[in-house]
């Protein structure tokens, strides 16, 4: 499948790509952009201050507006994708686009510093707060790592993980020598609290995840790799320890009552183990209306995909994951404390390790 993103190509030569044609016609190029402007004036709903609503939105001149309104002057993508958000528009569903085995993404903020970070929590709380409305919706998830909203409370791998995530994506970071016990003296409150209220809010939307044996491996991994590298030190590594056994406790009582703790809705939580497929991080949103989908990009960026027809395609699968996959609830005591018990003994022997200064590998 062909993911097109927005830049300043002009808005006739994304449909030729997006059609996989080779040439097209000036006059059906020219149609399209009529059918485009057409749907626009209707979502308008004020003929006469059209042009000027065009003109406000794109940020260009009144008369620039009318050439691009009146087919003088072509639209580049980047204005279509503009005022297809301010219409609040698809211009998948408009063209059809996925049909032909293309469709148009968003890219989720590049984060670069700690303000991008705080911005990108504010935001997805933001993103999440309606799911919480909504009786149905339910969050989706293949968990190559530990989701993240399971580690989003006052913790110490909670401000490790921002340590981590900070070490990836600010350059800054990445080239001093901070450790993570000086980090803490200099972490923003607001930023913490940032993290917090995302974690909070998460509760509240029922939720199924797909983990495999190796979903904590990351996590485990990035502890030592910071403890070895010596910014990591020997007292706040063993507290970390602590806190991802705390986690997988917590996860093993939501996973047996098959509820969300401290969830102001009594939201739904199933929690699936998958022994054959290698997870991704891919998010499935589902509410009554539609679906979207999140496939994870870098550390922290992700496509957005709300495409309905490849929506669907990633639900049937995910759909199909769980069926291969075991419900712990409904797996057995037996099964259920196998997993589990596997999980902690990751933990115990990291924990070891670290106590031992010895080299740490997985099983």
């Not at 499948?1 to 040439?23: A, E, G």
Request: charged share 20%.
């Amino acid at each position: 499948m062909k993911i097109i993103r927005p830049n300043q190509v002009d808005f006739q030569f994304y449909f030729v790509l997006s059609t996989n044609s080779t040439r097209l016609s000036i006059i059906v190029l020219q149609k399209m952009q009529k059918q485009f402007i057409t749907y626009l004036r209707e979502k308008s709903g004020d003929n006469t201050s059209f042009i000027e609503e065009v003109a406000t939105v794109l940020d260009i001149g009144y008369d620039a507006a009318y050439r691009r309104v009146n087919l003088k002057t072509n639209l580049s993508l980047e204005e279509s994708v503009i005022l297809a958000k301010h219409y609040k528009i698809s211009l998948n569903r408009l063209f059809e686009v996925g049909g032909q085995n293309s469709i148009l993404t968003d890219l989720s903020p590049q984060i670069n510093n700690q303000e991008d970070l705080e911005g990108w929590f504010k935001q997805s709380l933001n993103n999440v707060y309606p799911l919480t409305k909504l009786k149905n919706s339910v969050f989706i998830y293949s968990a190559k790592d530990i989701p993240l909203f399971h580690t989003l409370k006052d913790s110490h791998l909670t401000k490790y993980k921002i340590y981590v995530w900070l070490k990836d994506i600010d350059p800054t970071m990445a080239k001093n020598k901070i450790s993570f016990d000086e980090f803490l003296k200099t972490i923003p409150e607001s930023l913490l609290e940032s993290a917090f209220n995302l974690g909070e809010i998460y509760k509240n939307v029922n939720t199924s995840e797909i983990w495999n044996n190796t979903t904590i491996n990351g996590t485990l991994q990035q502890v030592i790799y910071y403890f070895e590298s010596g910014l990591l030190s020997k007292e706040l590594a063993l507290h970390i320890c602590d806190d991802i056994g705390d986690v997988f406790n917590h996860i093993e009582k939501q996973a047996i009552q098959q509820s969300i703790i401290g969830s102001k809705n009594q939201s739904i939580y199933n929690l699936y183990l998958n022994e054959i497929h290698t997870l991704s991080n891919t998010i499935m949103v589902k509410t009554p209306g539609q679906k979207v989908f999140f496939a994870p990009f870098t550390v922290l960026s992700y496509f957005k995909i709300d495409h309905q027809p490849t929506c669907d395609l990633m639900y049937k699968f995910l759909q199909n994951l769980m069926s291969n996959s075991k419900l712990l609830v409904n797996a057995g005591e037996k099964d259920r404390t196998l997993f589990f018990n596997r999980m902690h003994r990751k933990i115990n022997k990291l924990r070891d390790q670290i106590n031992a200064n010895e080299p740490f590998s997985f099983e």
